[in-house]
């Protein structure tokens, strides 16, 4: 009878190699998702954000409004003052749909004017795709 020593015997299974796994996994061939297009990126689609006009609130609170949160200096506030009383809407910003909804949102919250007595609350605005 062979001893164990001398009895031929099979290869152990080889424990997997790392390596060797990375590699098979790299050479998978490209998904339709790898491939490169030549299509341009996509952009999102822009939205503008509408100031609209009422008579709660001074030239002066929408400039400061305007100023502190689109950073409009005070010269592009009073023109878009006086076209919001004259039109009776003005666009102040055309971004993103979710930037336009944060500042639609901040004018609904910025508050009434303090220089008129009958002011209840902050000044309307809404949002619209761009055209």
């Known amino acids: 009878m ?3 020593a001398s009895a031929p015997s099979e290869p152990a299974p080889a424990e997997p190699d790392e390596a060797a796994t990375v590699a098979v996994e790299t050479e998978a061939p490209p998904t339709a998702r790898d491939e490169v297009t030549d ?3 996509r952009r999102q689609p822009r939205y503008h954000v509408i100031l609209w006009n009422d008579d709660d609130h001074t030239y002066q609170y929408v400039i400061v409004m305007l ?3 689109f950073g409009h200096p005070p010269e592009r506030g009073w023109k ?3 076209e919001v009383d004259d039109q009776g809407r003005v666009i102040v910003l055309t971004t993103t749909m979710e930037h336009a909804e944060l500042k639609r949102d901040q004018i609904h919250a910025f508050g009434a004017d303090r220089l008129i007595a009958r002011s209840k609350g902050s ?5 619209e795709p761009e055209r």
């Open 80 to 82: 878009l003052a006086k």
């Open 67 to 69: 100023r502190q949160l």
């Open 2 to 4: 062979p001893t164990a």
């Open 123 to 127: 000044m309307s605005a809404s949002i």
């Open 39 to 41: 299509a341009p990126p």
